[in-house]
């Protein structure tokens, strides 16, 4: 069973730093690509950051710079720590992994499927 359980977000003012972790099972953190996508209100799904089954680390070209995927793999966790956040960042940011669903996005070479229920992150100007 595909489990992911995101944690960390909250608001902060622009300039500010936040981590978000990932919690997942073990099956899925050890077979499959890995990454995290937002969702701003009223805006389309866009792809933050991915680590690829390859290990190839993937950026949106507006957060290179700012933001870094890694993950531990003894915890089974993935992280995204952001930094030099923008009002334009805020957004629900999910955890997502490889799979088919309904909710399928393609985005850095990764087929994300299977999501986590999300955290949100606002940055106020």
């Known amino acids: 069973q595909v489990q992911l359980v995101e944690s960390g977000g909250g608001s902060v003012q622009s300039g500010g730093s936040l981590r978000l972790s990932c919690a997942a099972s073990v099956y899925t953190y050890s077979n499959n690509c890995m990454g995290w996508i937002r969702q701003a209100p009223g805006k389309e799904r866009e792809g933050v950051a991915v680590?690829?089954?390859?290990?190839?680390?993937r950026y949106r070209d507006s957060v290179k710079g700012r933001f870094t995927i890694s993950q531990d793999n003894a915890k089974n966790t993935l992280y995204l720590q952001m930094n030099s956040l923008k009002p334009e960042d805020t957004a629900m940011y999910y955890c997502?992994?490889?799979?088919?669903?309904?909710?399928?996005?393609?985005?850095?070479?990764?087929?994300?499927?299977?999501w986590g229920q999300g955290t949100q992150v606002t940055v106020s100007s």
């Open positions: 680590i690829g089954s390859d290990g190839r680390i």
């Open positions: 997502a992994t490889e799979g088919d669903s309904s909710r399928t996005h393609y985005w850095g070479g990764c087929r994300f499927g299977y």
